[in-house]
């Protein structure tokens, strides 16, 4: 069995393999947007154009006869929050970032997500990383990255 703490060494020694492996992701002299783990959401990085949170609720139902269903609140849902953004790889944004949460996302942990104000919203596990390139050049790079992230709070 391994113990939080123990668990949490583990997390932090993939965190600096993870830049070990890519280098530094460092958000230069851009104001980081929200932090996931180590990774640093800003313009230099991965900017988002929107995040949308959908917080569920689990309730059970049972049907009556000749009346509406009785419910009983049964617990907290799911909490699903969506990252869609664009990168112009040329102009700011790297596809990098992509494959270091692919990295992230592999390692299998829950990483502390913590907005540009400070807000700590608890432990969110990458749970889907879609990605659209186009607009090629010549040499087959991307001008044009579609990036959207979905992350999902665990306990």
Do not use: H
């Not at 230099?44 to 009346?67: C, K």
């Amino acid at each position: 069995m391994v113990s939080f703490s123990s668990g949490l060494s583990i997390a932090q020694a993939a965190i600096g393999q993870i830049g070990a492996v890519l280098g530094s992701m460092s958000t230069g002299n851009a104001p980081a947007l929200m932090s996931l783990g180590g990774f640093k959401f800003s313009l230099n990085t991965l900017a988002f154009s929107q995040m949308t949170r959908t917080t569920e609720a689990a309730w059970a139902f049972i049907p009556q006869v000749g009346r509406l269903e009785a419910g009983q609140f049964t617990g907290p849902g799911s909490d699903v929050i969506e990252i869609p953004g664009i990168l112009y790889p040329q102009r700011f944004g790297s596809t990098v970032a992509l494959d270091q949460l692919r990295i992230m996302q592999g390692q299998g942990y829950a990483w502390p997500l913590i907005l540009g104000d400070g807000s700590v919203l608890g432990n969110w596990a990458i749970l889907a990383i879609r990605e659209t390139r186009s607009n090629f050049n010549a040499q087959t790079n991307p001008l044009k990255v579609e990036f959207s992230i979905t992350l999902k709070q665990v306990s």
